[in-house]
Nanobody
């Protein structure tokens, strides 16, 4: 079993910054993919950022130039630096990892962390 624990959310004024963290623990042989999603009030969960095993990144158009996804392999942790935050960024943010363990490949989700941006 693998668990993802998120931290770093909170309240911030428009134009401010936050850094989200998501650490994986459990039986982990390798992490093949890391990503962030978010779900705003009354909306479906949507893709935000992706980091491949090869190091390439991909971002939703709404966050390009403002958000940066990165990782620390030694800590099995993915980060997302969020700059120039806007009220439209208000959402619960979820990390996602594709993990290879004893039972093979599986996808896991974090518990979610709330980001609220005030105007």
């Amino acid at each position: 079993q693998v668990q993802l624990v998120e931290s770093g959310g909170g309240l911030v004024q428009a134009g401010g910054s936050l850094r989200l963290s998501c650490g994986a623990s459990g039986s982990i042989f390798s992490i093949n993919r890391m990503a962030w999603y978010r779900q705003g009030p009354g909306k479906q969960r949507e893709f935000v950022a992706h980091l491949s095993s090869g190091g390439s990144t991909n971002y939703a158009d709404s966050v390009k130039g403002r958000f940066t996804i990165s990782r620390d392999n030694a800590k099995n942790t993915v980060y997302m630096q969020m700059n120039s935050l806007q009220p439209e960024d208000t959402a619960v943010y979820y990390c996602n990892m594709h993990v290879t363990g004893a039972a093979g490949w599986s996808a896991y989700w974090g518990q979610g962390t709330q980001v609220t941006v005030s105007s």
